[in-house]
């Protein structure tokens, strides 16, 4: 169903901005449009804005009913379901804290965020693997409820019908608390205690026909904030997808007719690598803007969508920690190929060296963020990691890259995949964006392994495409043509295959794995 006349306009901002600070959008919503579908899964299970509103308000009553007050913190473990943003509401209405937690990690990891965000209620996806033994080793929890299914010792999720649905009637704006990807060592909890809301009237949608897609996991912070809270805090509904497939997702974009979507470069990659008969058998017109972030993407690989779908590409580059206002439209990158986002202002962002002088235009160096223009956040229960990446003001996700003579900002990788042969540093996104130009390369991961004399040598690790196999004459015609893409300096002096790469559900590949078995046993790994 289409959205009812009269949901525009001035007095419509003023009352779902007004209603951001009591986390009661929905409410609005479900009052406007009580029975236009808000969130569609692609198994077919749905719900309206009025039954995701009415959810929500249950889910307050049944927490504060065992024992849950304003500020105390819930987790939840769950894949793209429709109870995911009911509980999401829920939190955001009843004053509580909520941590999304990473469902594809062990029972003894997930374990962990719950015991260390200090959830009182677990809400479960039983269909997780392991997940009821996340609640026995969790003594502090007061609540532990059960979707889609029985676990032992949990309550159903069902058992809310017996809250009334009715608008709870003192509400408190609640928070997320997202954990870090955790690339070397246990995850960490982004605490903002002081962020600004996020969802307020957006007057960009065009809420008669917009719709997003949600590719991506919903505890990541991106879809989490922009396919699910934001669009649906502006009335407009959202499709989860819970596992990626390729074609399917353009079947989806079709049939749903989807407008907007956030994607990572990975995903680019798939639904390039389908047959061109394929690709052309689906009309994606309804696509207007599509938002990618989250892992660098190959120039090819972006200059290929833009080709295939048009100007909709819309790039930032912030991290779960947050961002400063870097982005870049797709005409913009057109001109400046490669390019991330432009700095906002001078005092925004700073590119610096190792002795904390800021860089030339140019030169690659640590990006460093105002925690000023930032907001500000801490590691949850963890003074060292946050003060360990600060410098005057500044914080850093551990990114490097370098601003040209027109601000516009370059990734060339982390400083801890930074590899460094013989005493000059090597940035492996660099090779990895050439490699990947390859007509046999699905993807590639450039790490350092260990070189007797300079420390580190470059190696290439490669996913080939469907229809190539290993070979050394592959591997030659390869490196052959690392020689003529990359400075000399920067060809990996040998390339290795496998099946997969392994990368976490932000889409970024996992450099940390991929170069670990190389250094085992070694006392040191530089």
Known sequence: MNAPAGIEGADIKARVDAAVDSGMCMAVWAELQPDKMAVLEVSGRSRTFGELNANANRLVKMMRAHGLEAGDAVAIVCS????????????????????????HLKPDEIAYVVDNCEAKALFADARIGGVEAVGASCPQLKLKVAIGGELPNFTAYDDIAAFPGEDIDDPVRGSTMLYSSGTTGRPKGVYKPGAQAIGGYDPMYDRAVDKHICTGPAYHASPLAGDIRRALNNGVPTVLIDKWDAEQVLQIIQDQKVTRGHFVPIMFQRMLNLPAEVRAKYDLSSLKRITHGAAPCPPDVKRAMIEWLGPVLFEYYAGSEGGVGFTITSEDWLKHPGAVGRRPHKDAAKILDENGQECAPGVAGAIYLSLKVQGGFTYYKDDAKTDAGRRDGYFTMGDVGYLDEDDWLFLTGRSAE?????????????????????????????????????????????QLKPGFAHSDELRREILDYAARVVAKYKVPRGVDFVETLPRNEAGKIQRNKVRAPYWEGRARAI
């Not at 793209?80 to 469902?103: D, I, K």
């Not at 390369?441 to 420390?455: I, K, L, N, Q, Y």
């Open 418 to 462: 930074t590899i460094i042969a013989g005493g000059v540093n090597i940035y492996p996104q660099e090779i990895d964006n050439e490699l990947i130009k390859h007509p046999a390369v699905e993807d590639s991961c450039t790490v350092g392994v260990p070189h007797d004399e300079w420390g580190e040598e470059i190696r290439a690790v490669i």
């Open 80 to 103: 793209n379901r429709v109870e995911f943003p009911e509980v999401l509401f829920a939190t955001l209405r009843g004053g509580f804290r909520l941590t999304p937690v990473n469902w």
